[in-house]
């Protein structure tokens, strides 16, 4: 079996994605959510790294510890937080510790975060060297035990990028439609792990959710959602409104039975395993919003 075969057979349909910083709370509170989800039936959990959060490497070698029995993803180690030769010692150090059990997804984060540090964003670029800074300390020193790595990917490059120098792509806040359309460009032996907003709610819950995500987006100019948005047929006035084809698209909403057979289009149109975060206030009002989801949509 290959790494992406078993990958694929770990972690079955359905995970959940954690937010971070604000709303990441203390350890000991998210170890409890993380074994919370995991007896829900979740085969993965997942969270990110960006500002005010822990360090992913340290963050996740603590969960693993505590949570034996559920495969951890990051979503993403942010490239601007260390260099690569870092990056994949760490990710060697966590497989090896627990075979089988983690994910590394790497992210070119946002300019935002490019500028602090006093560097260009020439997000492709930076990470065909990364990667490459990757490979050369595995040719050194090679891992004990292999560990898939995917990247944060919407547009057809960085797609491109996860197909050829990585093991497929891990795609945040798009429609439903991106799914048929990064299966595409993967080919059919690349993972495809889609993060998707989920609401237990109305049409109108999720319109005011989308409208935070836009607003978002455009208070830090994170132009790659935007664009992506706009590739995939929907215009400004879809954005700006946002319609209700928009709104449809980019959060499942409704009740559970619903949800789940949303969901279900989902992983027919391509996708590995979709990854659940629901539109809640709070941490709590998250993981509380994913139990309630599990017995209709975990398989």
Do not use: C
Not at 146 to 172: E, Y
Not at 287 to 292: G, H, N, S, T
């Amino acid at each position: 079996m290959t790494l992406i075969e078993d990958t694929r057979a770990r972690l079955g349909a359905i995970g959940a994605w954690l937010p971070s910083a604000p709303l990441q709370p203390p350890p000991a509170v998210e170890r409890t959510a993380t074994r919370r989800l995991a007896d829900a039936g979740y085969r993965s959990v997942w969270s990110g790294e960006g500002p005010g959060t822990r360090e992913v490497f340290a963050h996740f070698g603590d969960l693993l510890a505590t949570v034996p029995d559920v495969v951890l993803g990051t979503g993403i180690a942010n490239l601007w937080a260390r260099r690569g030769a870092t990056a994949q010692k760490g990710g060697a150090t966590l497989a090896h510790a627990h075979p089988g059990r983690f994910v590394l997804g790497i992210g070119a984060g946002h300019a935002f975060q490019a500028t602090k540090l006093g560097e260009e964003y020439r997000p492709l670029d930076r990470m065909r060297t990364y990667l490459s800074e990757m490979d050369a300390t595995e040719a050194e020193n090679p891992s004990p035990v292999a560990f898939p790595r995917v990247l944060a990917a919407v547009g057809p490059k960085m797609l491109a990028l996860s197909r050829d120098l990585a093991d497929g792509a891990h795609p945040f806040a798009q429609p439903v439609s991106h799914t048929p359309y990064a299966r595409e460009i993967l080919g059919p032996d690349k993972l495809l792990i889609p993060q998707q907003t989920v609401l237990l709610g109305s049409r109108e819950d999720a319109r005011e959710s989308v409208r935070r995500r836009v607003a978002q987006s455009r208070e830090y100019s994170v132009t790659v959602y935007l664009a992506g948005w706009k590739r995939l047929g929907y215009t400004e006035a879809d954005i700006a409104g946002p319609s209700d084809r928009f709104v449809d698209d980019l959060v499942l909403w409704g009740d559970a039975a619903t949800i789940a057979k949303r969901l279900g289009e989902v992983l027919d149109a391509g996708a590995d395993h979709v990854l659940l975060t629901p539109s809640a206030p709070s941490f709590e009002s998250t993981v509380d919003a994913l139990a309630e989801l599990a017995p209709a949509v975990v398989r």
